[in-house]
């Protein structure tokens, strides 16, 4: 086997798995089982006001994320899953983790329009 590019990336890919994975699920143990609501829907660093109403939600997105990075981890270790498929699988994770973090967040700090509301 010739080290290259691709391998490079692969291995970043796979090893990038685990602190993703540990972080995505530290922080829906903190939301879920701790309610601490300081990393709900973070927008520059801040929650919003009303971070509780928002915590189910951004707990979920955390724990869905998580166990899915944490699951395919598991299978490439375990049952050694082809290349195209775990890759696959995780870069769609992470990228849904992505979107679904900045839809919440952009809905949780919403701000209306004058005249309008709530």
Not at 24 to 44: G, H, M, N, P, Y
């Amino acid at each position: 086997m010739v080290f290259d590019f691709s391998i490079a990336l692969t291995w970043i890919l796979f090893l990038a798995l685990f602190p993703l994975a540990f972080f995505w699920l530290r922080r829906a143990w903190r939301i879920l089982f701790k309610r601490d609501f300081s990393e709900v829907a973070l927008r520059r660093g801040e929650p919003p006001p009303d971070a509780e109403r928002w915590a189910p939600y951004s707990g979920i997105a955390n724990l869905a994320a998580g166990g899915v990075a944490v699951g395919i981890i598991v299978l490439v270790v375990v049952f050694a899953v082809p290349y195209a498929t775990w890759s696959a699988a995780a870069g769609t994770t992470i990228w849904c983790k992505f979107f679904a973090d900045f839809i919440i967040s952009r809905h949780a700090h919403r701000t209306l329009g004058k005249g309008a509301a709530r």
